[in-house]
């Protein structure tokens, strides 16, 4: 194997992926998948984008061997993810793209209960109850802090 299919083969399984599900994600076949890893084949430039974001680390990372793979950024060194993680446990109001409008939460004070990778799990009160429910961080436009009552 070469660096960058051993690179491609830990991170994956580290992520709990199997060869079949990864190359879905990555619309390519899994033979693709073990080509890469075994160092047989290298992906296209085109590719390697989309596998630093599935794999979640750098391109720098994948491409150079010389980068160690405590060096690389973690999901959680991207500004996005910095921010979400400060809005963690407090109040907050969603504005979403057009298209990924997300009517239970249109509108409703809600709350950060989690992050994990490009998803956010959060909790609101709602006029059928209590909601909690995963949504897509790519789905939200804005957020907006409620004031803290005093």
């Known amino acids: 194997m070469n660096g960058l299919g051993n690179k491609i083969a830990r991170r994956r399984k580290d992520l709990g992926m199997t060869q079949t599900e990864f190359a879905e994600d990555l ?5 693709t998948v073990s080509r890469w890893e075994a160092g047989s084949v290298m992906p296209d430039i085109d590719k390697i984008a989309d596998l630093a974001k599935l794999l979640q680390v750098s391109c720098d990372y994948l491409l150079n061997d ?6 690389t950024p973690s999901i959680h ?4 993810s910095r921010l979400l993680k400060d809005a963690l446990g407090k109040k907050v109001r ?3 793209f057009e298209d990924e409008a997300d009517m239970d939460l249109w509108n409703t004070v809600c709350e950060i ?5 490009g998803w956010m799990k959060v909790k609101a009160q709602t006029k059928k109850g209590e909601l909690e429910k995963l949504i897509p ?10 004031k803290e009552e005093e």
């Open 27 to 31: 619309c390519v076949t899994r033979q």
């Open 66 to 71: 010389e980068i160690k793979e405590d060096e």
């Open 77 to 80: 060194t991207d500004p996005v």
């Open 94 to 96: 969603f504005t979403f």
């Open 113 to 117: 209960v989690s992050l994990e990778g």
């Open 137 to 146: 961080v790519s789905s939200v436009l804005s957020i907006a802090y409620e």
